[in-house]
Every structure is written in C-alpha cells, then in structure tokens.
C-alpha cells in the first residue's frame, strides 16, 4: 500500500516540475497551462499557449529541443508534445497572472494594475473573477490586496469545476510579489440555475371533450340535482308546523284590550348570581309589603278630677300633747 502512494507521490511531483520548466521557457510565448496523459504509444504532452509559433521556432527547432529535454531530464517515455493556441487569453487565468506580474515588474502601481486586470477578465465575459497581490507593496511590511468582481465560488464542487486558477510572482527590489488570479468560466452552469420548459403544443391547447364525456356530466349533474332535492324534503317534513295566528276581533268602545299571557312573567325580575364576597341585597318586595294591622280596641275615659274622692289631710298634732302622753 505504502509502495502505490509512493509511486503517485513521485509522479505528481514530476509533472509540478516539467510544469515550472515549461513556464520558464515559454514565458514570452505566454505559458497557459500543460496537460499530460500516459498512452499505450507514450506520453502526450498538451502544451497551451498564447503565440504557438514561438514554441515551435523555426523549422520545429524550439519542440524538438523541448521534447529531448522532457525526455531525457524528466525521464517521460516518448514524448509527444502538442501545442494548442488559446481561444480567448483574457479568460486564462495563468496567461493573466503572468501579464500582471509583467506590468508590475516593469513599474506599475499595485492597485492600478490590479483594477485594470479584473476589468479586462469581466469585460472578456468571465462571470466573476479575484485578483490577489501579496508581498512587501507599500513598505517592509507584508500586505495582501484583493480585487474581485462578479459570482465567484470559494469551496464545494462548483468552485472545482467552474474556477480556474493561476498563480505567477513578480520579483522586485523590496522582494517577491505574488500574484494569483482565479476566473469563472463564462460557460458555468451553478446547480441553483434551472430553466423551465414551456409545455408543448398538444399539453398546452386543451382537448375538445368527447360527447361520452359530456353525456357523463350531465348525467352527474341530474344526480347531484335529485339528491339536493331530496334533502329538501326532508328537511321540510323534519321542521315543526307554524302556529296560526288567530284573527283579533274588534273590541268595543271603551273596553281595554286585554293583557298578553306572557307580559306579567317578563316583569319578574331575573336572579342574578352572586359573586364571592358580596353581600347579598335585600329584595325591593319586602320593603313594599304592608306592615301587619291589628285589632283597635276602645279605651276607657278617664273621670273627670270633680269626681275623685278627696283624701283627708291629716292634721299634725301639736308637740305640747305628745310629750304629755
């Protein structure tokens, strides 16, 4: 197991190598990539680039000179290179780290430089694009600038597919500027985009209805009338009869008309219910209730005083005859 990863350790560290010594010696041709793939015949090297005639030289010298060196330095197996000129460079994202490195290498301020190639990447039809520069920009300091415009994708899937990357640097008298610049495809289809198809023509125009059909609904209609109608019935014959008014008969001259049978009971006052703590009232009834009456008997006249006999006064004796005594 050890021995597998091992082997594709060393593989992919061969292919970043032949990838850094494409990318020195196709510079000015305007290096945008290299793709290789194993083949029964060999090894075929996919080598993308700006101006294709610079990598080919006069009479093929410059891919022959390029193919022993793979051969022999790299240790492929019969290289067979191919070189396939970009579509658009704007929408490179090697091509452009590469370029902004240039401009930045030959003098131009960071953030202009940085402006003007996010400016190029959208206006070349990219759907979003961030351009970063990191290194000593404006003193001993280490500083990272970004500038980005559009959709861009951080993580997942849609970054993987639809985000391509390039990474140059830039060698100034401060030190080493690095230079990464990721674009979008034009051409990305994110998962969160649907498009809704109209409904075709035979779908979309409704069908005349068939006489069957029609047939069949009117005859669930007639059901549904009957059954209504049935409910009707039994409805009425539930409900309870009117009562008949009778006819009020003149009454004669004078005479009052006589009171309804039920006014004397919607007079009666309705109880109400106590609540706690209340104290309950007296009824109004036994504050108007007569007080009891009771028998008057006759009194008896007092004599007049003419007639009441006089008591004799006794007279006091004299002292004089009590001591004699």
Partial sequence: MMASERKFVTENIRRVLLKEYLMS??????????????????????LITERPGLVIGRRGEAIKSLTKAIEEDFKFNNPQIEVQEVENPNLNAQIMAEKLANALERGWHFRRAGHSTVRRIMESGARGCQVVISGKLTGQRHRTEKFKDGHIKYCGQAKLDFMEHGFATAKLKPGVIGVTVQIMDPRAR?????????????????????PTTIAADKAEEQKAAEAVEALKKTAEG??????????KEPLPDGAAPPAAPGAADDKKPRKRKKKE????????????QPAPTQAITPQEEPKPLAEVPKQEEKKPEPAEEKKEG
């Avoid at 539930?238 to 006819?247: G, H, V």
């Avoid at 703590?277 to 108007?288: D, H, Q, Y």
Wanted: glycine share 10%; proline share 14%.
């Fill in 190 to 210: 994110l998962p969160d985009e649907i498009d809704i198809l109209p409904l075709p023509a035979d779908l979309a125009t409704p069908a005349a209805p068939s």
């Fill in 277 to 288: 703590g209340e104290v309950p009232a007296k009824p109004a009834t036994e504050a108007i």
């Fill in 238 to 247: 539930e409900a309870k009869p009117k009562r008949i008014r009778k006819k």
């Fill in 25 to 46: 010696k196709v510079g000015r041709a305007g290096f945008g990539g290299v793709d290789v793939q194993r083949t029964p015949m060999g090894t075929r090297v996919t």
